[in-house]
């Protein structure tokens, strides 16, 4: 199974991503609802909003799938942002770039798949809204560009949130505070991403970080705690 190949642009389409702040976020119903339409218009029993990570893609909003994520190198949706068109693949079966993907030979066992991509404004391919189905088939020229149009109010809601969050997160910066999730440690950064806070901290100090143990927690895993 060949994987995908990685876009030149891959580091800027990373740091595009995790701006937003969505990765590993819960159930969103501007998502959903996005992804529920999709699957209607197009007559498929799966249907989702993908976000490409390094190593995984992870699915916002998903329709037939139990799945929360899966490795990249099984990714659809990464063949399907090396193009600016949408990515039909009218039989897995009969393509050599998926017959043998684990998708396909197993569960869910898709053999029909078409994906738009989803491009941000700063012209980064982030993910995809893609419908799939366990039956070779196709879509026919109104299910594409309903399809497309979907992917478009998809990163119509990434920004409103992105926005969103920001604009909440004003008070907090205005009063020199740092917000940190309490759960993952994870920091806001000024446009409302979430980022880890080795991140943040190098980001700002503009220096590299490294690790240690300090006497306390040293004592502490010695002693077996």
């Not at 099984?74 to 090396?82: G, R």
């Not at 969103?164 to 997160?169: I, L, N």
Request: charged content about 25%; overall charge positive.
């Amino acid at each position: 199974m060949p994987a995908a190949p990685v876009p030149p642009t891959e580091p800027a389409r990373l740091a595009d991503l995790h701006r937003y702040g969505l990765l590993d976020t819960p159930p969103e119903p501007g998502f959903d609802d996005l992804a529920a339409v999709a699957a209607h218009v197009c007559q498929t029993p799966i249907a989702l909003v993908v976000f490409l990570d390094a190593d995984r893609q992870w699915f916002k909003a998903r329709v037939g799938l139990r799945l929360a994520e899966a490795p990249r190198d099984q990714a659809f949706c990464a063949h399907a942002i090396l193009s600016d068109r949408p990515l039909v693949v009218p039989d897995t079966r009969s393509d050599a770039r998926f017959a043998a993907n684990p998708l396909v030979t197993g569960d869910p066992h898709v053999r029909f798949y078409a994906g738009v991509p989803l491009v941000t404004p700063r012209r980064q391919p982030v993910g995809t809204l893609c419908v799939i189905d366990r039956r070779p088939r196709g879509l026919d020229a109104i299910q594409m560009a309903v399809l497309a149009a979907l992917a478009r109010q998809v990163v119509g809601q990434m920004e409103l949130r992105r926005l969103t969050v920001a604009q909440s997160a004003g008070p907090a910066r205005a009063a020199g505070l740092l917000a940190v999730c309490a759960w993952c440690k994870r920091v806001r950064d000024d446009a409302g991403a979430w980022e880890r806070m080795e991140a943040h901290l190098r980001r700002l100090a503009g220096k590299a970080l490294t690790h240690g143990m300090c006497p306390d927690c040293f004592a502490s895993k010695a002693a077996g705690e």
